[in-house]
T-cell receptor, first 111, second 114 residues
Framework: TQLLEQSPQFLSIQEGENLTVYCNSS?????LQWYRQEPGEGPVLLVT?????EVKKLKRLTFQFGDARKDSSLHITAAQPGDTGLYLC???????????FGTGTRLKVLA | DAGITQSPRYKITETGRQVTLMCHQT?????MFWYRQDLGHGLRLIYY???????DKGEVPDGYVVSRSKTENFPLTLESATRSQTSVYFC?????????????FGQGTRLTVV
């Protein structure tokens, strides 16, 4: 069974602080994606990582895919209140189109 | 309008009743998915489909039935609703190509079973 475990589950920080969210699995994924979800809405894609060791940057957000394609991290620099939301990693395993989501990290950035 | 739509947005039903949640997408995406999201949690996969007439069980399929007679529609039926099925249900679709294509989500259906 493929599982994606995220940590931490909850995170409350002050504006300007840095943070890292982790997404871990014992399974290999052909790709991994990060989404952000606002209350009352569906998740919206932030980034896709495909190659082991890949690093992508999106303004203050940095995403990394593990060398073995089993884990990923999301780092936010100088967090802002607008970053508040639920962050979800998602992936499809090798040789399958099954698309699963992580357990989620709820981030709150205080002004 | 292009996109993925779910209906209804809100539904209250009684225990034991059958209820169907609708999902329609206009992109002709091959893959479609149903998830449930419970308070404070991520998304758990209920059923998924690679094409018309091809469906597979996800992580939490018990008590649910799906069909996909047409590419654009993927209804989810709760055969005999239970209180534990109170949740927000999201439908998603994505292209069939490998390499991490984006999943697009509907607005969700908030289902309450009383």
């Amino acid at each position: 069974t493929q599982l994606l475990e995220q940590s931490p589950q909850f995170l409350s920080i002050q504006e300007g602080e840095n943070l890292t969210v982790y997404c871990n699995s014992s399974s290999v994924f052909s790709s991994l994606q990060w989404y952000r979800q606002e209350p009352g809405e569906g998740p919206v894609l932030l980034v896709t990582v495909v190659t082991g060791g890949e690093v992508k940057k999106l303004k203050r957000l940095t995403f990394q895919f593990g060398d073995a394609r089993k884990d990923s991290s999301l780092h936010i620099t100088a967090a802002q209140p607008g970053d508040t939301g639920l962050y979800l990693c998602a992936g499809e395993g090798s040789g399958t189109y099954k698309y699963i989501f992580g357990t989620g990290t709820r981030l709150k950035v205080l002004a | 309008d292009a996109g993925i739509t779910q209906s209804p947005r809100y539904k209250i039903t009684e225990t034991g009743r059958q209820v169907t949640l609708m999902c329609h997408q206009t992109w002709s995406h091959s893959y479609m998915f149903w998830y449930r999201q419970d308070l404070g949690h991520g998304l758990r996969l209920i059923y998924y489909s690679a094409a018309a007439d091809i469906t597979d069980k996800g992580e939490v399929p018990d008590g649910y039935v799906v069909s996909r007679s047409k590419t654009e529609n993927f209804p989810l039926t709760l055969e005999s609703a239970t209180r534990s099925q109170t949740s927000v249900y999201f439908c998603a679709s994505k292209e069939g190509a490998k390499g991490g294509t984006e999943a697009f989500f509907g607005q969700g259906t908030r289902l309450t079973v009383v």
